[in-house]
């Protein structure tokens, strides 16, 4: 990668093996990959309990044993970031029937204390996680594949669009660039992820100019707008 040095990377979208049912690499490995490519942190996202989450599947336990589970891959990187110096953060993405949003900001404890999170509404998961100080992010809007029903915009109860998701290139690059105009029509923030569930595959990053030493940090520079620009191989 060669990616100008003096700007900080970051990864917003990434599943473990441990917290999603279609992740291939565990979150200890990944840190590794994303330290050798020069980003200073990574944001684990793995599918909420409404998705395709590990612990959705975990019929019998209680809430703490599956929130216990659906945490671990990000521990686990978490853990090994902070032996080698990357940066790792939580944050969740959530399925609606194939809408799947980016939550960002909150953390094991809050999970703990809200189990309601799970089941409700769109509306209602974004006044949750804004009670909390959290942002939510409509991950590939414009996305279509056989487990997404139909394509249902909520531009009211997000903060900001993934305009750029990376894996969404190697299905259809149009994907993309309807979710570029629909963030700019709706004068929406604008991110950018892998959506990475094996390291080795394509990645893509959200560079800035100082480093984020927080999820706040992340929050705050997006829906405030600070200067930051995306990065993939090739670009
Ligand atoms: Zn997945
Ligand atoms: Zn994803």
């Known amino acids: ?7 900080f990377l970051y990864e917003t979208h990434l599943h473990t093996a ?3 049912a279609c992740g291939k690499t565990p979150g200890a490995e990944y840190v590794h990959t994303y330290k050798e490519a020069g980003y200073d942190g990574i944001i684990v996202t793995d599918h909420f309990f409404n998705g395709n989450s590990v612990a959705r599947f975990m019929e019998f336990a209680t809430w703490e044993e599956k929130v216990d589970v659906f945490c671990s891959g990000y521990e686990q990187a978490k853990e090994a970031g902070e032996k ?3 940066k790792v953060f939580f944050g969740w993405e959530s399925g609606y029937a194939g809408t799947e949003f980016l939550v960002y900001g909150l953390t094991k404890e809050w999970l703990l ?8 509404s769109i509306r209602k ?18 996305r279509e594949a056989p487990y997404i029903a139909e394509i249902r915009l909520e531009p009211e109860y997000v903060d900001g669009v993934e305009v750029y998701n990376r894996a969404n290139e190697s299905r259809n690059p149009v994907f993309n660039k309807r979710a570029y105009r629909y963030a700019k029509d709706n004068d929406l923030p604008m991110t950018c992820g892998s959506d990475i569930h094996q390291a080795g595959s394509p990645v893509c990053a959200m560079c800035f100019e100082k480093p984020l030493h927080s999820i706040e940090d992340y929050i705050n520079a997006v829906c405030k707008r600070k200067k930051y620009s995306f990065y993939t191989e090739g670009s």
Do not use: N, T
């Open 18 to 20: 441990e917290g999603s």
């Open 113 to 120: 204390k809200h189990p309601e999170i799970v089941g409700c």
């Open 125 to 142: 998961q974004y006044e949750l996680v804004h009670e909390a100080g959290g942002m939510v992010i409509h991950a590939h809007p414009f």
């Open 84 to 86: 080698i110096g990357l």
């Open 1 to 7: 990668m060669s990616k100008d040095m003096r700007e």
